[in-house]
């Protein structure tokens, strides 16, 4: 390729990057920013000690299992605190004060406590899949195969990391979900127990929605919001936008809930339904079932579309 035309594209660029930087600026060190790479490991060990056997590929004695599990852990914290300490680099020209020097310790310190819970909570997910679905044959297919479960392990690690003030990397981890599975959940969700994704591609769950518990979503699910303001789409201008969702409710395939609507325990949502209201406990709302047109036209059964 001729000099010219990289000289020529490598000037664009830097107009171009330039009118960026001008316009966006915002004293943030962005050679500072948590490696996509580093958290998949991440998650990689976290969920070996979560579950060692069957994630892990622990083969050992039942006594060597906590060594097992206490090597995965000191790998995970050890990685993590450095992108964490890395997240807080790319925050710090916009933060009032510094950072302490053992913010990113603390931060992962903190985490390590909440994984009995994010364990606890993945166990009911799994078998509320297991319960759900008569095709599962064991809770081991589901935590290994099933998008929801995937989905599920990390946005549990995920929350815990949004809630303790590092949301760059909480997201990144929801976002290596999203790439496997097609189901983007945000790590700011506030999601119960039991929760069951069946298959899953799709999904969206926004940052502010609450889930209750033994929820089940179908695919193409959409909790979401409704259009912005400009001056609403600052950090500083986020407000409660998503559903809420109360327990036992199941949302069927291809249903969108827009903006700070209440569904009432135990509704059912029917697929293709657009809601924009809120909804009483025990309700169904449905769309109106499909005619079929073919036979009110006299066509007979073989020449249907």
């Known amino acids: 390729m001729a000099t ?56 050992g004695s039942d006594r060597e299992e906590d060594a097992f599990v206490a090597a995965k ?76 479960a995937i989905a599920s392990l990390h946005y549990r690690i995920a929350h815990q990391l949004d809630r303790l003030g590092v949301p760059i990397v909480a997201r990144i981890i929801s976002e290596l979900a999203n790439e496997r599975t097609g189901i983007d959940i945000h790590p700011g969700a506030t999601i119960g127990d039991s929760f069951f994704i069946d298959h899953g591609t799709g999904v969206v769950i926004g940052e502010t929605a609450i889930i209750g518990n033994r929820v089940r979503l179908y695919q193409h699910v959409t909790l979401g919001a409704r259009p912005l303001g400009a001056a609403q789409h600052s950090v500083l201008g986020r407000h409660a936008r998503h559903p809420i969702v109360g327990d036992d409710v199941v949302l069927y395939a291809g249903a969108t809930i827009l903006g700070r609507v209440r569904i009432g325990d135990r509704a059912t949502i029917g697929g293709n339904v657009w809601l924009l209201t809120d909804v009483a406990p025990d309700a169904v709302v449905a769309q109106p079932e499909a005619r079929l047109l073919a036979a009110a036209a006299g066509i007979a059964p073989d020449d249907r579309l």
Do not use: H, K, M
């Not at 171009?16 to 490991?41: I, K, N, Y």
């Not at 819970?117 to 078998?127: A, P, Y």
């Open 4 to 59: 010219s035309a990289v000289d020529g594209a490598v000037q664009t660029l830097r107009t171009v990057r330039l009118e960026w930087r001008a316009r966006r600026e915002e004293g943030r060190d962005t050679a500072s920013f948590p490696s996509r790479s580093q958290l998949a490991g991440v998650v990689e060990l976290l969920a070996g000690a979560l579950y060692p056997r069957r994630l892990g590929r622990f083969r």
């Open 73 to 148: 852990l000191i790998a995970a914290l050890a990685a993590l605190e450095r992108e964490t300490a890395v997240e807080f680099g790319y925050w710090q020209g916009e933060a009032a004060g510094s950072f302490d020097a053992d913010q990113a310790t603390n931060v992962v310190r903190l985490f390590a406590t909440t994984l009995g819970e994010v364990r606890r909570l993945i166990d009911s997910d799994v078998e509320a899949a297991f319960l759900g679905d008569p095709a599962a044959r064991s809770v081991d297919e589901i935590l290994v195969c099933y998008p929801g």
